[in-house]
């Protein structure tokens, strides 16, 4: 693997990236079209107010402006690499502070998910592992697995090869983004995908949403 594990990984990335100002691009960009998508994923996997919803890595809160209001106060959970990212987006974004106490963003770079109460019942990581190895998403989905009893569905998205002769090499998505075998943003194999799974104790199912470059979502439910 060359250079850093992905861009996030670099040092000074972040404090570099919220001293201009741009802690919405740094997520991705497209914050009104994919904050829509990710709340459509999860509104059709049967998200309700009344569930508590972990989003993981949630950045500067592009799902989490939408999905606070939607919830019952208190039931967003939210983590990240970079607290001052998502303090950014806590201070920027949302519009009714008083529906999410600050403490509810916790830094978390291990995907261990420190503080997070057992209650959640939906997650989320859009756009987290398409920049992640194989193994991290492997890692999450085992610890998701041993620290939530009442998951319900875990949304995740990943970028896909078609199969294992162009695995090896740097490919062309659907929205013409390069993803690569050995270097962010990674592409996976579905079958590769789903052992990671199955090995953790889900059920995988892919999801049919056109996602913004590219990307495949699937959900994953405990057995």
């Excluded at 990581?125 to 992640?132: G, I």
Aim: aromatic fraction near 10%.
């Amino acid at each position: 693997m060359r250079g850093h594990l992905s861009p996030y990984y670099a040092p000074g990335f972040y404090a570099q990236a919220l001293a201009r100002g741009r802690h919405r691009d740094i997520v991705g960009g497209r914050w009104n079209e994919t904050g829509e998508a990710q709340m459509a994923l999860l509104t059709g996997l049967g998200l309700q107010p009344h569930h508590h919803l972990l989003d993981i890595g949630c950045g500067s809160l592009r799902l989490g402006c939408k999905a606070v209001p939607f919830l019952d106060p208190g039931h967003y959970w939210g983590t990240d690499m970079s607290a001052a990212l998502m303090q950014r987006g806590y201070e920027t974004e949302l519009a009714d502070k008083t529906r999410l106490p600050p403490a509810q963003l916790i830094e978390d770079a291990a995907f261990a998910f420190p503080g997070v109460p057992d209650r959640i019942d939906h997650a989320i990581a859009f756009a987290v592992f398409t920049h992640l190895p194989l193994s991290y998403l492997s890692g999450a989905l085992g610890r998701l697995r041993a620290r939530f009893p009442r998951l319900e569905s875990f949304c995740f998205t990943v970028f896909l090869a078609p199969d294992a002769a162009t695995a090896s090499r740097p490919l062309r998505q659907r929205d013409g983004v390069v993803t690569h075998p050995d270097r962010a943003p990674y592409h996976l194999l579905a079958r590769d995908v789903a052992q990671a799974a199955a090995e953790a104790g889900f059920d995988l199912a892919p999801l049919p949403a056109v996602l913004p470059r590219g990307q495949a979502a699937f959900v994953a439910r405990p057995r």
